[in-house]
């Protein structure tokens, strides 16, 4: 049984990717971490990065390279300041030297140092080996990016070891069954889990800090334009459509912000329209290698807070922090199940790991904080992933942009009408379980060919015609 936090499934990082841009930032963090165990970090006098199938393969449009060396410099992706990027990384292509772990340099190059190789390996298809060179010996460690920023190596459990769970979950049905069994909504089932890990007060804190930083997210968007990094000339549309949406309405914080979306008209078309705007925004933040929240993905990151703030303008506008919490809690054990039961790695399950993902873990939340029963939050889950079932990941140039950026305006949607249709019906009239959705899209993922797989080698990705300036 892995243990995995609600906050494992919801983690503050940088964009556009979770697996090619947030997971080899982690695996370098670890190697360092490693090294300094092994105690030989102060004797490395070189370093050089492989990176392997999907992660070399759409990796320079993730920005693999450059996330590997933010983490072999020691840079945190939760604290950095996204506007240094830039100068971080013209310095160590200028100066042909990394600070390695912040302590002490090496003579480091882009171009030769980090070497893009198209074979896969059998455990995972985002693998990435680190090697340290020590004279005339050498030290290699092999990671794994499997999706959401989870970085292992092989056969390696991802587990948040803590004392014994109080209610250790598998899959939806144990959590349905411990929902009945003691008169809980999954909420309250999920926090009494978190508490084996911190006080109550610590988590309704670090939710609320997650949502912070999505909030944050859906501003910035709000309130750019331009056209996106990365050679596609992708035009940002957030900030157009938010302009027609807003008017000319005045504010001067965030708060009188949320009250003017809140009370702007609610008719079908601007419901859509809203809710569309949040996941672009959102999106267009990471794709030009803003701070989101993985949920579960980098790719995925908007679907999540279009949903929220659809609910907290659009469906109760008073809601309160507690609702917030709540949403968070029951988005990311659904994530979690998903995790556990099948994958959440487009590399590994094409986009229905990330964006059915994403919408499953939003419809449920939805469906909590609207009052729904468990079995009607599972239910909202199970219908959000079903209509996700075989979406492929087939980025154009191995850039988060087409098709993901409009990927999650329909994720969104998807949500909301999985929730309603839930919310309204019995659930004990359903004909399929969310685990039995889980296990189909596992099927379906397995079945898939590869080139369907975030390797930019199939679908759009190959029939829209670009030319990418040369790295």
Same mark, same amino acid.
Request: with cysteine.
């Given at each position: ?327 968070? *809690?029951? @988005?990311? /054990? +659904? ?5 556990? =039961?099948? #994958?959440?790695?487009?590399?590994? $399950?094409?986009? &229905? ?24 939050? *599972?239910? @909202?889950? /199970? +219908? ?5 079932? =075989?979406? #492929?990941?087939?980025?154009?140039? $191995?850039?988060? &942009? ?70």
């Amino acid at each position: 049984m892995e243990n995995i936090s609600v906050f494992d499934m919801l983690k503050i990082g940088v964009g556009p990717s979770s697996s090619h841009t947030l997971g080899p930032w982690k695996a370098a963090e670890r190697w360092i971490s490693e090294l300094k165990d092994e105690g030989v970090f102060s004797s490395v006098e070189k370093i050089r990065v492989d990176l392997y199938g999907s992660l070399s393969l759409t990796g320079r449009g993730h920005y693999t390279d450059v996330a590997t060396i933010l983490g072999l410099c020691g840079y945190d992706p939760r604290t950095i300041s996204t506007k240094d990027i830039d100068s971080i990384i013209d310095e160590v292509k200028e100066k042909g030297e990394i600070t390695f772990g912040d302590e002490h340099t090496l003579a480091f190059s882009m171009k030769t140092d980090i070497v893009f190789n198209r074979e896969f390996f059998d455990f995972h298809p985002n693998a990435m080996k680190l090697t340290a060179f020590f004279g005339d010996n050498q030290s290699e460690a092999i990671f794994y990016s499997i999706g959401g920023g989870f970085v292992i190596k092989e056969n390696e459990k991802i587990s948040n070891q803590v004392a014994k769970l109080h209610f250790p979950i598998k899959n939806a049905a144990e959590l349905l069954k411990y929902c009945e069994e003691n008169g809980a909504s999954i909420s309250e089932i999920v926090m009494k889990n978190e508490l084996s890990w911190q006080a109550k007060e610590e988590v309704e804190q670090d939710a609320l800090k997650i949502w912070a930083v999505m909030q944050d997210c859906v501003f910035e968007g709000c309130h750019t334009e331009g056209i996106l990094p990365g050679g596609l000339n992708v035009k940002r549309r957030a900030g157009i459509l938010y302009k027609t949406l807003i008017g000319d309405s005045h504010y001067e914080s965030r708060s009188e912000w949320m009250s003017i979306i809140a009370k702007k008209e609610s008719n079908n078309q601007n419901i859509f329209a809203w809710v569309s705007l949040f996941a672009l925004a959102v999106n267009e933040v990471n794709a030009s290698l803003g701070r989101v929240v993985t949920s579960p993905t980098n790719g995925s990151s908007g679907v999540i807070p279009a949903v929220l703030m659809y609910y907290l303008t659009g469906v109760d506008k008073n809601a309160t922090s507690d609702d917030i919490v709540k949403f968070l *809690l029951v @988005a990311g /054990e +659904i994530g979690s199940i998903f995790k556990k =039961g099948a #994958t959440i790695s487009a590399a590994m $399950g094409g986009c &229905q790991a990330e964006i059915g993902v994403s919408s499953a873990m939003a419809a449920a939340a939805l469906t909590e904080v609207r009052g729904g029963t468990p079995a009607q939050v *599972l239910e @909202a889950a /199970e +219908i959000a992933m079903e209509h996700h079932l =075989g979406l #492929t990941c087939d980025p154009i140039g $191995g850039l988060v &942009q087409i098709p993901c950026i409009e990927r999650n305006t329909m994720g969104a949607i998807k949500a909301i009408t999985a929730s309603e249709l839930a919310i309204n019906f019995d659930p004990s009239d359903s004909r399929v379980s969310l685990d039995e959705v889980v296990k189909t899209m596992f099927d379906t993922a397995k079945d898939m060919h590869s080139k369907y797989k975030e390797t930019s080698e199939g679908g759009l990705a190959i029939n829209v015609p670009v030319s990418l300036p040369a790295c």
